[in-house]
């Protein structure tokens, strides 16, 4: 008996898949996938989770399936208005990996009031993220 399937699913187009799944499974420590593919299919990455599953995909395949997309993703920053919360472990070295790597921190890490450590930062393609622990 499979996993039950996702009850929201949600694809971001990326610039490189290889960047991404460093970024999501090697500094967050997070379960992505290298989904398997039908032939002619884009490759595209999986995180499943708690009934949410993110699906990221190259923004040219996005563009050569979709080409009204295409131009849309030129035009605009990738995720304008969308902000994604993600609970991480050893959230210290998080926020050291993300600063090594030279990607933008908006609001640095802090402990809030309620006890949560978060800090937010953009991932390598634009995508706001708040990560607490």
């Not at 699913?9 to 960047?19: E, H, I, K």
């Not at 420590?29 to 699906?55: F, K, M, N």
């Not at 993600?86 to 921190?105: G, K, N």
């Amino acid at each position: 008996m499979g996993a039950a399937p996702a009850t929201v699913s949600l694809q971001l187009a990326v610039a490189d898949l290889g960047t991404t799944e460093a970024f999501y499974a090697g500094i967050l420590e997070l379960p992505i996938e290298r989904a398997l593919t039908s032939r002619g299919a884009p490759e595209h990455l999986v995180l499943r989770q708690d009934g949410l599953e993110l699906i990221f995909v190259d923004e040219d395949a996005v563009g050569r399936a979709h080409p009204v997309l295409a131009e849309r993703l030129a035009d605009y920053p990738k995720g304008v208005g969308i902000t994604f919360h993600i609970r991480v472990t050893d959230i210290e070295d998080v926020f050291d990996a993300i600063l090594e790597e030279d990607l933008t921190v908006l609001y640095p890490l802090e402990e809030k009031p309620y006890g949560t450590k978060e800090f937010w930062c953009f991932d390598p393609d634009g995508y706001l993220l708040v990560l607490e622990e």
